[in-house]
């Protein structure tokens, strides 16, 4: 199916505004560490660990993902919706998008970007430090949290784009504070977010082709979700 030019031009606007987000980011990245560490910011929010893990929530899978998920299903079993693709697709695309959002382990893994004011400067790497199952010790790049938090504000703005703000201001959230706790740079944040809507948009990819190969097996009842210019899956 040919890319439409309205698409190709929102696609590219994406990536030019993250790639710009990105580079002012890496310039930020020193002195909001140092701003976070030398205000005592960084260290009473870790101090208030309840307060901490409150603010992150939408960056946790059991407690966000999965929780969420439940409720888009159980909504669309209420609107009369029983079975197939009709029930599952809007939780599918949602609960996809935060699977996918854990590729940020490995990347971590592999980047070895070391947190802020852990004893190594900020843009010297150690690829493969500690262990893959150990990534989430001292590494940061790219932030897991803001990638999971961005991955569940682009696919939920896709299923309910009318809470759209809400969404996308979780997600902001979350990477104000990560940055605050000193947790990460703010181009940790920035690359977990570009993370989050790659998996968001890929999770949607997935879920529409599979309903065109069910209309296909089905002998042509529609079961693809009509999506309009702004993304909303219908």
Same mark, same amino acid.
């Given at each position: 199916?040919?890319?439409?030019?309205?698409?190709?031009?929102?696609?590219?606007?994406?990536?030019?505004?993250?790639?710009?987000?990105?580079?002012?980011?890496?310039?930020?990245?020193?002195?909001?560490?140092?701003?976070?560490?030398?205000?005592?910011?960084?260290?009473?929010?870790?101090?208030?660990?309840?307060?901490?893990?409150?603010?992150?929530?939408?960056?946790?899978?059991?407690?966000?993902?999965?929780?969420?998920?439940?409720?888009?299903?159980?909504?669309?079993?209420?609107? !009369?919706?029983?079975?197939?693709?009709?029930?599952?697709?809007?939780?599918?695309?949602?609960?996809?998008?935060?699977?996918?959002?854990?590729? =940020?382990?490995?990347?971590?893994?592999?980047?070895?970007?070391?947190?802020?004011?852990?004893?190594?400067?900020?843009?010297?790497?150690?690829?493969?430090?500690? !262990?893959?199952? =150990?990534?989430?010790?001292?590494?940061?790049?790219?932030?897991?949290?803001?990638?999971?938090?961005?991955?569940?504000?682009?696919?939920?703005?896709?299923?309910?784009?009318?809470?759209?703000?809400?969404?996308?201001?979780?997600?902001?959230?979350?990477?104000?504070?990560?940055?605050?706790? =000193?947790?990460?740079?703010?181009?940790?944040?920035?690359?977990?977010?570009?993370?989050?809507?790659?998996?968001?948009?890929?999770?949607?990819?997935?879920?529409?082709?599979?309903?065109?190969?069910?209309? =296909?097996?089905?002998?042509?009842?529609?079961?693809?979700?009509?999506?309009?210019?702004? !993304?909303?899956?219908?």
């Amino acid at each position: 199916m040919p890319v439409r030019p309205r698409s190709l031009s929102k696609a590219v606007a994406v990536i030019a505004s993250l790639t710009v987000g990105f580079l002012i980011a890496l310039a930020l990245d020193v002195p909001a560490s140092t701003w976070a560490h030398e205000s005592g910011l960084a260290e009473w929010l870790k101090n208030r660990w309840w307060l901490t893990h409150l603010i992150r929530i939408p960056g946790h899978f059991v407690f966000y993902a999965l929780p969420v998920c439940a409720v888009i299903l159980v909504s669309q079993w209420a609107r !009369g919706l029983r079975r197939g693709p009709a029930l599952l697709k809007k939780p599918a695309i949602v609960l996809l998008a935060a699977i996918f959002s854990g590729i =940020n382990a490995p990347l971590k893994w592999m980047i070895g970007r070391i947190r802020p004011f852990h004893g190594v400067p900020p843009f010297e790497l150690h690829p493969f430090h500690g !262990g893959l199952f =150990n990534v989430e010790a001292s590494l940061s790049f790219p932030s897991g949290d803001v990638s999971l938090a961005v991955a569940m504000s682009a696919s939920l703005t896709m299923v309910m784009p009318r809470l759209w703000p809400l969404w996308w201001t979780l997600a902001l959230i979350v990477a104000l504070e990560r940055i605050a706790e =000193n947790a990460h740079y703010p181009s940790d944040t920035v690359a977990g977010a570009a993370l989050g809507i790659v998996a968001a948009l890929l999770a949607q990819k997935i879920v529409q082709l599979l309903a065109e190969k069910q209309e =296909n097996l089905s002998g042509g009842i529609s079961v693809v979700p009509e999506q309009s210019s702004s !993304g909303h899956i219908s």
